[in-house]
């Protein structure tokens, strides 16, 4: 499955397109990269416990956007973007990540 973040793939072109396709995952930090974040959060500096999380959820909500293509019949996703809000206030500490594109198909 070939995926751009622009609206064309060089050197095929677009025959089909067959609409919006995402991926959505809802994720909040484990107990330890919690605890970790928040010592580190006290100090200062990069937060790597969480930006393990994001990269999974980042990953996931790719995996999930490229599921939804193939189910579609798509062979490429253009205009692949990523979107993340929080979620569920302060209490959870959760945040949704969302990857959308156009699933299209392409050819030579």
């Not at 193939?70 to 959760?94: P, T």
Request: charged share 15%; proline share 1%; net charge neutral.
């Amino acid at each position: 499955m070939q995926t751009s973040t622009t609206f064309d793939i060089a050197g095929m072109r677009i025959v089909r397109t067959l609409g919006v396709v995402r991926g959505i995952t809802v994720r909040s930090p484990t107990i330890s990269q919690g605890l970790l974040g928040g010592l580190k959060g006290i100090i200062g500096g990069n937060i790597g416990a969480y930006a393990d999380m994001c990269e999974q959820a980042r990953a996931q909500a790719f995996n999930l956007l490229i599921q939804h293509a193939q189910s579609l019949g798509a062979n490429a996703v253009v205009g692949v973007r990523y979107e993340s809000s929080d979620v569920g206030g302060a209490q959870s500490a959760a945040t949704e990540v969302l990857c959308y594109g156009t699933a299209v198909v392409v050819a030579e």
